[in-house]
């Protein structure tokens, strides 16, 4: 009688464990396939209540910013993308961007636009929707900000919102700075590989130590460069043909008292040179054994790359020296003599220098703006 009565105990613990076993498994059968959709950033806008009712439902579009535009060259072109970027996540809306951008710049970097960017299968379907239309607007900006757009609800649900112009301001992207240099444009294996051998080759000229850099990311390849015992690294970007002929050129005395001011600030600072005359640089800077110029056969992206690269920075006018010193995110000394037609404290980044008339470098405060 023990004994059965011990039988029957241990049967119907062994039925509770199995029905337990059978109601997790059936739960995470359920729970599972469903893919949610999480926004690492606050939401401001209207559209919170529409995203957050939808996590489940991965490609449910409320609002896109849109960019088709290639106008410009790189540095162009990267303000725009920047630019779109930051008003899509400001709004929690999507982005679309076209194959030809998409192409473009994924020569060059990784451009990681998750969780945003939708497809071109995606956007078609969406406005050729008749039955479910969306708004669309566009907006034409060439260097200004628009503070506007940064309020809760400028780019609303149901709407297509289409960047055209230059967007040369970084205060539509200041918010997403960490993104912009650590997920979208940083360097693909490609170019890091064809940059690394450049700083290889000085590193074994001036000396004769070849260093074994890990290229995993650029990120990883930039802290060892920046963590080297051996040198700092400043990257020089100058832009003369175009700017020659409209006297926006930077002369030959700013380029050396910059390159003075790092020299007594670091006594083992190296200068590498990128630019549009290399033939002229190679000439003004020949008897500098602590400055190089990238080769000739290095494209406008790996001179980007490279400067990027670097700890700080000393640049002339354009959107190309802007980016240059914006991804090396060091000190950035800057030529006041560019007119780029922004308003400066919409325009220069803070805390760049910048040289004045007199050459003197001041910081980039309220008395220079």
Same mark, same amino acid.
Request: glycine fraction near 4%; include cysteine.
């Given at each position: 009688?023990?004994?059965?009565?011990?039988?029957?105990?241990?049967?119907?613990? =062994? *039925?509770?464990? %199995?029905?337990?076993? +059978? /109601?997790?498994?059936? @739960?995470?059968?359920? !729970?599972?396939?469903?893919?949610?959709?999480?926004?690492?950033?606050?939401?401001?806008?209207?559209?919170?209540?529409?995203?957050?009712?939808?996590?489940?439902?991965?490609?449910?579009?409320?609002?896109?910013?849109?960019?088709?535009?290639?106008?410009?060259?790189?540095?162009?072109?990267?303000?725009?993308?920047?630019?779109?970027?930051?008003?899509?996540?400001?709004?929690?809306?999507?982005?679309?961007?076209?194959?030809?951008?998409?192409?473009?710049?994924?020569?060059? =970097? *990784?451009?990681? %636009?998750?969780?945003? +960017? /939708?497809?071109?299968? @995606?956007?078609?379907? !969406?406005?050729?929707?008749?039955?479910?239309?969306?708004?669309?607007?566009?907006?034409?900006?060439?260097?200004?900000?628009?503070?506007?757009?940064?309020?809760?609800?400028?780019?609303?649900?149901?709407?297509?919102?289409?960047?055209?112009?230059?967007?040369?301001?970084?205060?539509?992207?200041?918010?997403?700075?960490?993104?912009?240099?650590?997920?979208?444009?940083?360097?693909?294996?490609?170019?890091?590989?064809?940059?690394?051998?450049?700083?290889?080759?000085?590193?074994?000229?001036?000396?004769?130590?070849?260093?074994?850099?890990?290229?995993?990311?650029?990120?990883?390849?930039?802290?060892?460069?920046?963590?080297?015992?051996?040198?700092?690294?400043?990257?020089?970007?100058?832009?003369?043909?175009?700017?020659?002929?409209?006297?926006?050129?930077?002369?030959?005395?700013?380029?050396?008292?910059?390159?003075?001011?790092?020299?007594?600030?670091?006594?083992?600072?190296?200068?590498?040179?990128?630019?549009?005359?290399?033939?002229?640089?190679?000439?003004?800077?020949?008897?500098?054994?602590?400055?190089?110029?990238?080769?000739?056969?290095?494209?406008?992206?790996?001179?980007?790359?490279?400067?990027?690269?670097?700890?700080?920075?000393?640049?002339?006018?354009?959107?190309?020296?802007?980016?240059?010193?914006?991804?090396?995110?060091?000190?950035?000394?800057?030529?006041?003599?560019?007119?780029?037609?922004?308003?400066?404290?919409?325009?220069?980044?803070?805390?760049?220098?910048?040289?004045?008339?007199?050459?003197?470098?001041?910081?980039?405060?309220?008395?220079?703006?």
């Amino acid at each position: 009688f023990i004994n059965d009565n011990n039988f029957q105990s241990t049967k119907w613990r =062994f *039925i509770q464990v %199995l029905l337990v076993i +059978l /109601i997790i498994t059936a @739960i995470t059968l359920y !729970i599972l396939p469903m893919k949610f959709v999480t926004y690492p950033f606050s939401i401001t806008s209207k559209n919170q209540h529409a995203i957050t009712t939808i996590t489940a439902q991965k490609t449910k579009i409320y609002c896109i910013v849109y960019l088709k535009d290639r106008s410009g060259r790189l540095g162009n072109r990267m303000f725009m993308i920047a630019s779109a970027y930051g008003l899509a996540r400001l709004h929690s809306c999507h982005l679309y961007l076209t194959p030809e951008i998409i192409n473009e710049m994924n020569a060059i =970097f *990784i451009l990681n %636009l998750s969780p945003f +960017l /939708i497809s071109s299968t @995606i956007f078609n379907s !969406i406005i050729h929707n008749n039955s479910k239309p969306m708004t669309k607007i566009s907006k034409n900006v060439v260097c200004q900000y628009i503070p506007e757009l940064t309020r809760p609800n400028a780019i609303s649900s149901g709407c297509i919102f289409e960047l055209k112009g230059f967007w040369q301001s970084y205060l539509h992207f200041a918010k997403y700075n960490d993104d912009i240099r650590e997920r979208i444009f940083v360097a693909i294996q490609s170019v890091l590989k064809k940059v690394s051998k450049l700083f290889i080759n000085i590193y074994e000229k001036k000396f004769n130590f070849k260093p074994q850099f890990s290229l995993e990311n650029h990120q990883s390849f930039k802290k060892q460069l920046v963590q080297s015992n051996w040198t700092t690294w400043i990257g020089i970007h100058v832009r003369r043909k175009d700017f020659v002929l409209l006297n926006y050129s930077s002369t030959d005395e700013y380029l050396f008292t910059a390159i003075d001011y790092y020299i007594k600030r670091y006594s083992n600072a190296y200068f590498i040179v990128a630019s549009d005359d290399k033939s002229y640089c190679k000439n003004l800077f020949h008897n500098r054994s602590n400055i190089f110029v990238t080769p000739q056969s290095f494209s406008m992206s790996d001179d980007l790359i490279t400067l990027s690269l670097c700890e700080h920075s000393i640049i002339t006018g354009g959107t190309f020296g802007w980016w240059t010193g914006y991804l090396a995110n060091g000190q950035v000394i800057h030529d006041k003599v560019y007119p780029s037609g922004c308003e400066r404290r919409e325009y220069y980044y803070p805390p760049w220098f910048l040289i004045d008339g007199n050459v003197r470098a001041h910081k980039n405060s309220k008395n220079i703006l």
